[in-house]
């Protein structure tokens, strides 16, 4: 199994930007409920796998799309 | 029956419309943000989706930069108590609804801010060298501006309004509830900073919707605080759109039914919307100058307007009109001040007020004619008032 990160979002509306986003670029991905040793910052959080973080990192700040950098 | 109360509420809604509620409420059926289980990660797509749509439709770059809210009544009080502190100064038009007059007016009279009123002409159209003269010698804060009138249908030219506020520093406040869906606007080309609009009018969505677009950069304050989803640790609101301004439980069948309103408009197009509804407005206004006795207001340059049209028809008042019409013919429309008692005092019609038609995207051509000819009835005194 790859290693996995957890990306946290300042609110849902990210999230769901992020996932739809990640859906347009054929990017696997998970959404799931935000890991509470991680943060309470907004509900759900995104798993991708490591390898492809660099990639969905750049899509997310290409589009705008607010994540908790310091958390990653 | 015939609507034309669609300056009210539209009539009736595409059917992807109801559709969507349903499925919402059959299918769907959680929170948005509150959870992270699949049926509330459906609502939040859902709630997304409509943010996008509408971003889409306003030229909005940013969707979180609009929050929803139950109607452009609770739009323009947020824009306006949120935005404005003591002391500061501002313009707005005799053509405005009281969903701007009374909040402003509020503020006023507990002292906080000065408004300055610019008079419309008889045909509700405002002179935008008016706002220059008073933000040459006043440091406006903002100017609210009703898009169209609700009452004469005027468009107001918000593009070179904007475009003056912003040389003299000022912010301009968008009031598009008569517009939205069926007139363009591009927030972008028209540099709007504010606007407020309504699900359910000619965005074709259900009632108990409606939102604010908050350009970037722009800070507000919210109405009300409270839950979000977000920031949960802490008990301060978050200061991040459009989290800052929705707090609460989102209503999400409501927003599925406007997403799918949008989507429907999208699909026509704006252009083709307010082409068609032009066609039935200069029709109506064409064939209704000729019937002796009544009197039409408003602009007569299909351009500067919208598909609002009132009129008045001598030896009745507005509520017979609209009561014989309703139980002889079986057309709804709606009669009296409209909520916009400063705008009839401009048209001067105040206090009896108008008939208002509000022609809508599913009238006919037909429907027209039949209401002209019941009109020229009337008129001729053929139709007796019903007793009540």
């Known amino acids: 199994m790859p290693a996995e990160v957890v990306i946290v979002f300042k609110s849902t509306h990210d999230v769901i930007k992020a996932k739809s986003e990640l859906e347009k670029a054929c990017i696997a991905h998970e959404l799931i409920p935000t890991p509470k040793e991680i943060s309470s910052e907004c509900g759900m959080s995104l798993r991708v796998e490591k390898t492809v973080l660099n990639k969905v990192l750049e899509i997310l700040r290409s589009k705008g799309v607010r994540y908790r950098d310091d958390l990653l | ?388």
């Open chain 2, 1 to 388: 029956m015939i609507y034309f109360d669609n300056a009210a509420t539209s009539f009736p809604k595409p059917k992807a419309v109801i559709e969507a509620m349903e499925n919402y409420f059959f299918h769907m059926g959680g929170s948005t943000g509150r959870s992270g289980h699949k049926m509330a990660i459906k609502a939040s797509e859902l709630v997304f989706n409509t943010r996008e749509l509408l971003a889409q439709l306003f030229n909005i770059k940013d969707s979180s930069r609009i929050a929803f809210t139950k109607n452009v009544t609770e739009s323009l009080n947020l824009a306006i108590n949120g935005f404005l502190e003591k002391g500061d100064k501002v313009i707005t038009t005799s053509l405005e609804h009281n969903s701007v007059m009374r909040p402003l007016r509020y503020l006023e009279q507990t002292g906080k801010i000065k408004i300055f009123v610019i008079q419309a002409n008889q045909e509700g159209l405002v002179d935008p060298s008016a706002f220059e003269d008073i933000l040459k010698k006043e440091k406006i804060k903002m100017i609210i501006i009703n898009h169209a009138s609700n009452v004469t249908g005027t468009l107001a030219p918000v593009g070179t309004i904007s475009k003056i506020a912003h040389r003299y520093g000022s912010h301009i406040l968008v009031d598009a509830a008569q517009t939205a869906g069926s007139y363009p606007i591009n927030v972008i080309a028209d540099s709007i900073d504010m606007l407020a609009f309504t699900g359910h009018k000619s965005l074709l969505g259900p009632q108990g919707t409606g939102g604010l677009y908050i350009r970037e950069g722009m800070e507000i304050a919210p109405l009300i605080r409270g839950g979000t989803g977000s920031s949960s640790e802490k008990e301060i609101q978050p200061d991040f759109m459009p989290d800052l301004l929705e707090s609460g439980t989102l209503n999400v069948i409501g927003l599925a039914g406007l997403g799918a309103g949008v989507k429907y408009i999208l699909d026509q197009g704006v252009s083709k919307i307010r082409k068609e509804e032009m066609e039935l407005t200069e029709l109506f206004i064409r064939e209704a100058k000729k019937i002796e006795g009544i009197k039409l207001y408003g602009p007569t340059d299909t351009n500067n307007r919208v598909s609002v049209v009132s009129f008045n028809i001598s030896g009745y008042t507005p509520s017979e009109i609209a009561y014989i019409l309703d139980k002889e013919f079986d057309l709804a429309c709606r009669p009296g001040l409209h909520c916009a008692p400063s705008a009839h005092k401009t048209i001067g019609t105040f206090p009896q007020g108008t008939v208002r038609f509000a022609f809508g995207y599913f009238n006919k051509v037909e429907e027209i004619r039949t209401v002209l000819k019941a009109l020229a009835q009337i008129s001729q005194g053929e139709i007796e008032l019903p007793r009540h």
